[in-house]
């Protein structure tokens, strides 16, 4: 069904049935639930801090017993959360600090443990790049320009292999 045809449809339908179709939306799908949820009551910081939270433990996972659980370091968990984010409208502001401080915590951990894949340090350039480039279309790089420095300072001082990609993305700012 193409959009128009949907309003097309839509146009026909009364009030009542309108709220019924929305409703039943809300019962069935876990999707409409969480946009609803969310548009009513935002959240945002709660949101954030579950967000880093998550985060985090891809990189220092919490230590059960006397098991040591091994980082993962998934960028992928950080890029879902992102993606969930802007679906759902969350403030740019927030948005820019979850992707800065995926970067952050994985240069954390890379300043404290040796890191071997070379998936990695290309990872985080492209997340950097993402987080540069959300900034400029949002209109916060202003807000954010210092952290994004910092981002690249910290991978000069640990002599990243990439550190003239980081750097020519700064430039291109």
């Known amino acids: 069904m193409s959009k128009r045809d949907l309003k097309k449809y839509l146009g026909e339908l009364n009030k009542e049935q309108l709220e019924e ?5 809300y019962e069935k799908f876990s ?11 935002p959240k945002e910081e709660s949101l954030l801090q579950e967000a880093k939270l998550k985060i985090s433990q891809e990189y220092f ?3 059960t017993g006397r098991k040591k659980k091994k980082a993962k370091m998934r960028r992928s968990v950080a890029q ?5 984010f802007v679906l759902l409208g ?23 443990n040796t890191i071997k894949q ?11 790049e993402q987080a540069s480039q959300y900034a400029v279309a ?9 952290r994004l420095h910092g981002v690249y300072e910290e991978v000069r001082s ?3 292999k990439n550190t003239p990609q980081f750097k020519a993305v700064l430039e291109r700012l």
């Open 21 to 25: 179709q929305l409703i039943e939306l």
């Open 31 to 41: 999707p409409v639930k969480v946009y609803y949820d969310f548009v009513f009551n």
């Open 61 to 63: 996972p919490q230590q």
């Open 80 to 84: 879902k959360i992102i993606k969930h």
């Open 90 to 112: 969350v403030d740019p502001f927030v948005v820019i600090d979850v992707m800065l401080y995926n970067i952050e915590i994985a240069q954390t951990f890379a300043s404290e």
């Open 118 to 128: 070379e998936l990695f340090y290309k990872s985080m350039l492209n997340s950097f």
């Open 138 to 146: 949002n209109g916060v790089l202003s807000d954010f320009k210092s």
């Open 158 to 160: 640990q002599k990243w």
